[in-house]
């Protein structure tokens, strides 16, 4: 039914995205927190370039949608 298909459809996709684009890290977590850190300093690193690829293929066309949506209660950081 619908639901099973549904299912499938987002273990797939989720599959599809651990093993394509955060093989590097060990959660979406880690992946903001390295963002913050002083790793990506320099633009130049393998690891910034890395993460701008996995951003756009997870957020390209919602860029600014989930940014609006998704704010901190505290400080109303985006």
Request: glycine share 6%.
């Amino acid at each position: 039914d619908a639901a099973e298909a549904l299912l499938h459809l987002l273990s797939s996709l989720k599959e599809e995205i651990i093993s394509n684009y955060v093989s590097h890290f060990n959660s979406l977590a880690d992946v903001y927190a390295l963002r913050l850190s002083k790793i990506f300093n320099s633009k130049e690193s393998e690891g910034y370039r890395e993460w701008q690829i996995w951003k756009q293929h997870m957020f390209g066309p919602f860029n600014g949608t989930l940014g609006s949506i998704l704010t901190c209660k505290n400080c109303s950081f985006q």
